[in-house]
């Protein structure tokens, strides 16, 4: 015999724990099922084991998705302020570390917790570790085909994320289920991902892997321009760090990066104005602004000598080396793709989709909420909000 629920949802991640909750507690009747074995894998391990789990500031503006008015409604109706009050209300103590970015004090372990308290508190019924073998509509009913039996529901949410982190479960079901109701997606990619290089341009760099510091970095053009100052990691492959997951999301392959290494300092200006004065060495000087090993490393790199006593160099010379590091314009290659990315841009696509409710508007009854839908927040607590704010609004519809 078939179970039968009022809404049966598809992953017990953020949004789903979260939309479970709220029909739960609205007295619908709901089962959340999952195929892993663990419980909530990615908010355990995010935020370096502290969840960062909103962002004070969270807005429309902070997302990018082929539609940027599409989140407005979900995040104006269950803010971070709302996300904050439940966190409040749960006791879990927090702090905000940069930006308007809080985490737990304790643990990403107290949010799944408290998730997990609020499911039960409306009557959530489990099915975990249960794998999914197909999902039909019949009429007004859909059927779900799983190892632990039969389940019909009136409605069906899709909450099974995207395609980030394989090996702790991500999978494409959610990208499945909409090309077998035949509904649009935006072709996902890897988003919040370090960036990488062609080995052999990327050799003078190498010794710099390990250094960091604060950058201006920007991509793209109008609309689709990205600009964050933030800091910068070089590694061994490539380029790291906040200000290039960030601009990761906005990068197309093919086109450049723009980075300006000083933004405090127009360096070609402060070299040339104080240049009769200055008895240091160049790698010296710039030294006094950035990394020792910095300074030295990027002269040799670009084929200035450290050792040149800055009032014996050229104003040519000096515009150069300011140019360089003012404007540090390169072409990545690549990303780290899937394996390092911290979400997934692309996805349904919103189009589809109601931005009041997140059901398929050609197919009454099946929705799909959080980073399954291409909504994609910036790096600092955004991407869990959208989970929040999405499968509140699906949870206060089904
Ligand atoms: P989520 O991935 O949370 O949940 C999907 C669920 O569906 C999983 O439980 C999975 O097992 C299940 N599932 C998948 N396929 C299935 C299938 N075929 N059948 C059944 N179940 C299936 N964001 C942020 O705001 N602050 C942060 O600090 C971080 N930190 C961070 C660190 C790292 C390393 C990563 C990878 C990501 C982050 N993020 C983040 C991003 C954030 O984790 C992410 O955006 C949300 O978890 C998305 O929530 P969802 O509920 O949509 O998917």
């Known amino acids: 015999m078939a179970e039968q629920f009022d809404a049966a949802i598809i992953g017990a991640g953020a949004a789903g724990m979260m939309c479970a909750a709220v029909a739960g507690q609205r007295g619908k009747k709901v089962v959340l099922i999952d195929h892993a074995t663990r419980l909530a894998e990615k908010i355990r391990i995010s935020g370096g084991g502290r969840c ?40 879990i103590s927090y702090h905000e570390k940069h930006k308007g ?116 970095v920007e991509t793209g053009e109008k609309k689709a321009r990205g600009h964050f100052r933030e800091d910068l990691l070089f590694t061994h492959r490539g380029l790291s760090g906040p200000a290039i997951l960030q601009i990761s999301s906005y990068w197309q392959p093919g086109t450049a990066l723009k980075l300006n290494l000083l933004p405090e300092i127009d360096v070609a200006d402060a070299l040339i104005a104080g240049k009769n004065g200055i008895k240091k060495n160049l790698g010296n000087q710039l030294a006094q602004w950035m990394p020792s090993r910095l300074a030295e490393g990027w002269l040799l790199a670009n084929g200035f000598n450290p050792d040149a006593r800055v009032a014996d160099l050229s104003d040519k ?39 009041q409710t997140m059901m398929v508007e050609a197919v009454p009854g099946l929705y799909f909420i959080g980073e399954a839908v291409d909504v994609t927040g910036w790096l600092g607590g955004y991407n869990f909000q959208w989970a929040w704010s999405s499968g509140v609004a699906a949870g206060l519809s089904i």
Not at 318 to 331: D, E
Not at 335 to 353: M, N, P, Q
């Open 52 to 91: 960062n789990f909103t962002n004070i500031e969270a807005g429309p503006n902070n997302f990018l998705s082929g539609n940027p008015h599409f989140a407005k409604s979900a995040l104006a109706r269950y803010t971070s302020r709302d996300f904050i009050s439940l966190v409040k209300k749960s006791r």
């Open 101 to 216: 970015q809080l985490f737990c004090d304790r643990s990403s372990e107290d949010i799944i917790a408290m998730l997990k308290a609020e499911c039960d508190a409306g009557h959530v019924t489990w099915r975990m570790p249960c794998k999914i073998v197909g999902i039909n509509k019949e009429g007004e009913m859909f059927s779900i085909q799983a190892e632990a039996g039969q389940i019909n529901a009136e409605k069906v949410v899709i909450a099974t994320g995207g395609l980030s982190i394989p090996k702790i479960g991500a999978t494409d079901f959610a990208y499945r289920i909409a090309t077998q109701f035949g509904i649009k997606t935006v072709d996902p990619r890897p988003g919040l991902v370090p960036l990488t290089f062609n080995a052999a341009e990327w050799q003078p760099f190498v010794d710099l892997a390990g250094i960091a510091l604060e950058v201006e």
């Open 317 to 355: 010379a000096l515009r150069q080396v300011g140019q360089s590091l003012n404007h540090w314009t390169i072409i990545p290659n690549g990303s780290e793709g899937y394996r390092k990315a911290e979400v997934t841009l692309g996805g349904i696509d919103t189009r589809t989709l109601s931005q």
